[in-house]
């Protein structure tokens, strides 16, 4: 956990410093999803959310723990999550099939 954050402070700094670059910005995002454009390399970035932890300028050890961390985080932040939500959809339809739902998510979390 400390490494996880050490690492998402790191990042934000270098933000903030402007030494990082976001390769997208919010308007970006918007402007993609109002496109219908879900293709775009911007939602092929499931975990655009979730600080990228995989840094190749970290000792091998610690490349190994952001590994980890990544892998972990995608599939309890992102997987999981899709499929509790997917779960929750198909029972509501097939409890309920008289009524009619919308149902919105986002493109990323």
């Given at each position: ?92 339809l097939e409890n309920h099939p008289d ?7 986002g493109a990323g979390w």
């Amino acid at each position: 956990v400390i490494f996880a954050l050490n690492q998402t402070l790191l990042q934000q700094e270098s933000l903030r410093a402007g030494s990082l670059q976001v390769p997208y910005t919010t308007e970006d995002l918007i402007r993609h999803y109002n496109c219908g454009d879900l293709n775009s390399i911007i939602f092929n970035h499931d975990t655009s959310q979730v600080p990228n932890f995989n840094n190749v300028t970290l000792p091998l050890s610690e490349q190994v723990t952001a590994q980890e961390i990544d892998s972990y985080f995608r599939q309890e932040l992102i997987y999981k999550r899709n499929e509790r939500m997917g779960n929750r959809v198909k029972a509501l339809l097939e409890n309920h099939p008289d009524k009619s739902f919308f149902f919105a998510f986002g493109a990323g979390w």
